[in-house]
């Protein structure tokens, strides 16, 4: 791996790690569809700037392909965003009633879950999946279960956000070799902004003056979390090993933990700290290639 990809992909984990401040902070002004949907909004049209970038001198496709890609581009988007919707939506409610590092770590159990929903896709699943499994539920167990044997309701929340963030990854592994990956993010940050718009409207009391009050957390977890770091995820990957960009991605769960400490003085439990470890643990075990697969890709 070059220097420059793993500072693109380290500094895509930092932002995406301290985002979960962001939108802690945000909810100190903001109800969680109002906050999402104007972050999503913000983070579309971030985005555009980089599809002009990214288009710059490309020439015309035919115009078959062009119209099944536009196709793909259409249902790609609206389903992607639909699960993004559903996937931040639990994650903003969850932010209000635990903490963001907590929150990013719990978030994370999604890049254990996507080999295990890749069974329904009839992919192979080796030994170290499971294994990673087995230790990512054990250090849940330590994260979010209280010595008296209950869990908190924003960790159920955010908990389910990751297994809707499961399926949206799938879904995005799917679509993305078949369209532009910057389009189909520009997309779904477009749709998940409007879905969010009746539910902020029936179901809280959006305030322009709040949405002033909460610029920097609004522009930093759209502008900064949505447009940017995405873009620096792509250009990040270009031909990198998948499974060691994931690991270097997998470290936003540290920096959401340091950024809640550092930033907001959040404190972690003894048993927390454990479940922390055991999680990042697992991440890492989940994302390590098989020596087989590793050398089929040298």
Known sequence: MRPK????????????????????VGMDYLEPFTFNGVRCLIGAIAL????????????????????????DLIKGGIACGILLFAASSLQQIGLVYTAAGKAGFITAFYIVLVPVF??????????????AVAIALAGLYFLCITEAFTIGVGDIYVLLCALIFSVHILVVDHYAPKVDGVKLSCIQFLVAGIVSIPFMLILESPKM??????????IYAGVFSCGIAYT?????????NPAIAS???????????????????ERLSAR?????IMMFAAIILAQIPDKKSSADTN
């Open 118 to 131: 890749g069974i329904f896709l009839h992919k192979n699943i080796g030994w170290k999946v499971w294994t």
């Open 232 to 240: 620096l995820q792509i250009l990040g990957q270009k031909n990198v």
């Open 272 to 276: 927390e700290t454990i479940g922390c």
């Open 5 to 24: 990809n793993a500072c693109m992909l380290l500094l895509t984990a930092f932002i995406w790690g301290t985002a979960f401040v962001a939108q802690s």
């Open 247 to 265: 690991l270097i991605l997998s470290l936003e769960s540290c920096f959401s933990v340091l950024s809640g400490w550092v930033i907001l003085g």
């Open 209 to 218: 003056g709040n949405m002033m009050t909460s610029w920097f957390p609004l």
């Open 48 to 71: 555009l700037p980089c599809i002009w970038f990214f288009n710059r001198g490309k020439e015309k496709e035919n115009k078959i392909n062009d119209e099944n890609a536009k196709r």
